[in-house]
Structure formats: C-alpha cells, structure tokens
C-alpha cells in the first residue's frame, strides 16, 4: 500500500528538499516530487518538517522502556549488548507498526574475555556476557551471535580487567567481517584504542575519554572506523573533565575525516529516554554542525520523523528543537488534503 506525505519543509539525504513529498510503501518513505504524486492520490499534510528517522546507536535496551524512547523520538536503536533471546523478541514484537516499540538492531551478548567487562558488573543480566576462551571459540561466539539475529557484534576491551589476547581479538573480527558483521569495540582505559584499531574493528561504541589521543592513533581510527558518541554520559548536567577529553578527542578525529554515529548509552545512568539534546549540544562542542548532527542521527530505513515546528538549524537553537522530533507512525494522523 502506497501513501503521500506533505509537509512545509522536507530534509532528506543531507539537504533540504523543495516541492518534495515522502512516498510511503511497506514501510519505507522515499523522497518524490510534489508534482508527481499521481492525480487523485490521497495526500496527507503534516506542519512543519518531515525527516528520516532518528537512531540512537547505542542503546541496552533491556535497561530501559523502548516505547518510552520512541515516544520521545526515537526510530531506531542499536542494542549494544544483551540476553540474546530477550533483545531478539523486542526486535521481532519492533517490527510490527503497532508495537509502539523503535526498531531494533541488535548485537547480540557482550564477547568478553572470561571474567571480563561488564560479566564482574551487577547491572550485567545472566546470560548477557559471552566469554571467548580462544581463536577458535571466537569463530563459534560470531556464529551464536548472528544465528540469535545480529547484525553486528559487541566486544569489550577493558584495561582495567580481563581482556581478549590479540589473536583472539583478531579472530573475533575476522570471523565477524567473513559472517557480513561489522564489530562495535568497547575500548576503554590505555592501550584499548590501539588494541581496537589493529585487530581491524569497525566502530567504537564510545568516543575514547580515559585520556586525550596521540595524533597519529587517531588519524588511523579516522581512516578506518566510526566512533559512537555517547558524550553524555559523562557528567550529564555537569560536564567532568572526562567529557572534555572525549569532546577534544572526537574534535580532533573529524579533523581527520572520522564518522560518528549519534549514540547515549541509553541504560547507563540518568539519561533521557528521548532525543538526547545533552548530547546533540556535546556534539557540536566537538565541531558537529547542525546538518553534521542530523547526518549521524539519520536512520532513512526506519520510516520519517517530523517537527511540528518545523526544524531550525540555528546552532543556538538547534539542539532544543530536535528534541521535539517525534516519530511518523499509525498514532499520528496527518490531515487530509483535499
């Protein structure tokens, strides 16, 4: 079934669009001329801005209320690490329209060395950690992941605990890219970065933050991987030094061509269950302009957003009026135009 939404203003593909309407068919909107919705069609008007749907790449969403987060605008999630079988059936019940729920991507459990990070942490479910005892296991922790329905998979890097031997780590990620899956490190303390970089991982799950980056460290990941944000994290209302560390350290990574996906580690702490305009602000102190934001928030495959007050990219102003995203779904009911 195809429908046609119309709006004031339309952003799509990194631009904004003119005379532009979304086409709606099973699921998936495409930009198309006004003029060339076929006569007679049924279309429907929406105030303001109509937008790709918003991802939050980071997100452990057996920590929080997925339809909350849709509900304060969010689309998509990256699940970054959970039970197997209780993420895999949020994702099934996800993609039903009226689920009420964010469309799910999981990665699947934690792959930690034995006694690793998060499996020492109490906010960790059973079943959550996996533990890789070899190369040879990590071949069947790849295959376990992507048979539970993952699409790309977790590990952590943890200085201060156990941590995956090197050929262990590059096995990980070897069996992973031979599978179609894209690796999401969790690197943190010193040496982590590095560790993530050299076994070939593609993204980091958060920016760096334990301490600022050598230059050339960072040129490399630039050249070869994407960084999730997760900014707010640390200090929230009242930023810490380790915050200014990783706002310096991802300054310097775009410098040098870097991506970076929009991501909160939702579940972690006092975050909003919403579009996180903490972290959108944290983004453009590392040097994110308005449509840079937009770009690592964009999830074109989860269907459209909209403002209601149409999107305004004065930096000022910016972060408070993404905020007020919301999700194109059946709750909402354009008017008819006749």
Known sequence: MTSWLVADSVWWDGRW????????????????????????????????????????????????????????????????????????????????????????????????????YP??????????????????????????????????????AH?????????????????????????????????????????GADLLAHTPWTEPLDGALVRAAAAQMTWISTLDIHGGDRPTAAQRTAIANLRRFLEYGGSVRYGTDLGNGPLPPAVNRREIRALQAAGCAPDAVLAAMADPAAGPSWIAGGLELDPGRFADVLATTRVVGPEVRPRPVG
């Open 17 to 116: 669009r003119t005379g532009t309407a979304l086409r709606l068919q099973d699921g998936v909107a495409t930009p198309v001329p006004e003029d060339e919705i076929p006569r007679g069609a049924a279309r429907r008007r929406l105030p303001g801005t109509l937008l790709p749907g918003l991802c939050d790449a980071h997100v452990h969403s057996a920590l929080v209320d997925l339809a909350t987060v849709r509900a304060g605008g969010i689309a998509s999630v990256w699940d970054l690490g959970g039970v197997p079988d209780k993420v895999r059936e949020l994702a099934e019940r996800a993609r039903r329209p009226e689920s009420g729920l964010p469309r799910v991507r999981l990665a699947g459990p934690f792959l930690t060395a034995p006694g690793g």
């Open 119 to 156: 499996s020492d942490r109490p906010w960790a479910p059973a079943g959550s950690c996996r533990a890789v005892r070899s190369a040879a296991d990590a071949v069947d922790a790849v295959a376990e992941a992507r048979a539970a329905g993952a699409t790309l998979v977790k590990v952590t």
């Open 159 to 199: 200085a201060a605990g156990p941590m995956l031997p090197p050929p262990t780590l590059r096995a990980l990620v070897g069996g992973a890219h031979a599978a179609g899956l894209p690796v999401v490190v969790h690197a943190e303390g010193p040496g982590t970065v590095a560790t993530a970089v050299d076994a």
